[in-house]
Nanobody, 123 residues
Framework: QVQLVESGGGLVQAGGSLRLSCAAS????????MGWFRQAPGKEREFVAA????????YYADTMKGRFTISRDNAKNTVYLQMNSLKSEDTCVYYC????????????????WGQGTQVTVSS
């Protein structure tokens, strides 16, 4: 069992930056690929970014590539999402996710989800 807790969400002005964190507990963090998803009211949850177990590989949705950066610190059991040049359409609940099978994570079918953190971008 893995527990994921997101933090760092809040209100930010368009064009600004925000850094989200996801703290994991329960099992060896380095065994899991990690990722971020987001969901706006009335819309389906969508993929944002993912990172491999070692951190060697990262993946991004096209709309976020170049603005968002995913990273991890296995010593701290934490994954991060740095968000720059934020737009009003980035206003969503952001969810952390984990799975030992990387493709399951990238396809939006991870074994574990966090509870989410709200990001609101004003314009």
């Amino acid at each position: 069992q893995v527990q994921l807790v997101e933090s760092g969400g809040g209100l930010v002005q368009a064009g600004g930056s925000l850094r989200l964190s996801c703290a994991a507990s329960g099992r060896l963090f380095s065994n899991y690929a990690m990722g971020w998803f987001r969901q706006a009211p009335g819309k389906e949850r969508e993929f944002v970014a993912a990172i491999s177990r070692s951190g060697d590989s990262t993946y991004y949705a096209d709309t976020m590539k170049g603005r968002f950066t995913i990273s991890r610190d296995n010593a701290k059991n934490t994954v991060y999402l740095q968000m720059n040049s934020l737009k009003s359409e980035d206003t969503c609940v952001y969810y952390c996710a984990a799975d030992q099978v990387p493709i399951k994570l990238r396809l939006g079918r991870p074994d574990y989800w966090g509870q989410g953190t709200q990001v609101t971008v004003s314009s």
